[in-house]
């Protein structure tokens, strides 16, 4: 069964500073990985995704990450951080090889940007 | 403006009511879900759809039915509610494409409390 952990559920950078938000994940077939963000009362907004291909991916927002095979991780980052960029994140996992389309969600990082 | 609707945004229930959270798609996806999120517990699986007709169950199925019976519509009902119900409700839809999964589209989310 895959599963993801995210490893800080508050995480606290001051603006400009560098956003690393981690991601580790366990499947059991190469994964579909995906990096969601949402800020207060709102859905989830998609930031980026890995299907297969390179394995840097960049997103919205400035956000890129980088998925790890051996360290089964997905981190997500940013390499300076704005006050806008305060919202919860959430990691998601699909190893479902015909659609993706269950995904296994982290129990999210709250991102705070300090002055 | 396209995208996931979800109704009602907020709902009290009394403990045994029944009821249907609303979810409509205008994109003509063919993949629908029903997460709810808890504090602490990120996004759980409820149903699931991968075309009209075709649904399955999640992670936390026990307590809730769910039907397609067209593309657009995707209706969350609750049997007899209870508190542990209590729960924001997010409805998504996504589609494939020849690069794989896209990634799902939210819904704003229906804020339930069974009281």
């Known amino acids: 069964a895959q599963s993801v952990t995210q490893l800080g559920s508050h995480v606290s950078v001051s603006e400009g500073a560098l956003v690393l938000l981690r991601c580790n994940y366990s499947?059991?077939?190469?994964?579909?990985l995906f990096w969601y963000v949402q800020y207060p009362n709102q859905g989830l907004q998609l930031l980026l995704k890995?299907?297969?291909?390179?394995?840097l991916v960049k997103g919205i927002n400035g956000f890129e990450a980088e998925f790890k095979k051996s360290e089964t991780s997905f981190h997500l980052t940013k390499p300076s951080a704005h006050m806008s960029d305060a919202a919860e994140y959430f990691c998601?996992?699909?190893?479902?090889?015909?659609?993706?389309?269950?995904?296994?969600f982290g129990t999210g990082t709250r991102l705070q940007v300090t002055l | 403006n396209a995208g996931v609707t979800q109704t009602p945004k907020f709902q009290v229930l009394k403990t045994g009511q029944s009821m249907t959270l609303q979810c409509a798609q205008d994109?003509?996806?063919?993949?629908m879900s029903w997460y709810r999120q808890d504090p602490g517990m990120g996004l759980r699986l409820i149903h699931y759809?991968?075309?009209?007709?075709?649904?399955d169950q999640g992670e936390v199925p026990n307590g809730y039915n769910v039907s397609r019976s067209t593309t657009e519509d995707f209706p969350l009902r609750l049997l007899s509610a209870a508190p542990s119900q209590t729960s924001v409700y997010f409805c998504?839809?996504?589609?494939?494409?020849?690069?794989?999964?896209?990634?799902?589209?939210f819904g704003s989310g229906t804020r339930l409390t069974v009281v």
């Open positions: 998601a996992v699909s190893d479902d090889p015909g659609t993706a389309s269950k995904l296994t």
């Open positions: 994109m003509n996806h063919e993949y």
């Open positions: 759809s991968v075309g009209a007709g075709i649904t």
């Open positions: 998504a839809s996504s589609y494939a494409a020849r690069g794989g999964f896209y990634g799902y589209t």
């Open positions: 890995y299907t297969t291909g390179a394995t």
């Open positions: 499947s059991s077939v190469p994964p579909y």
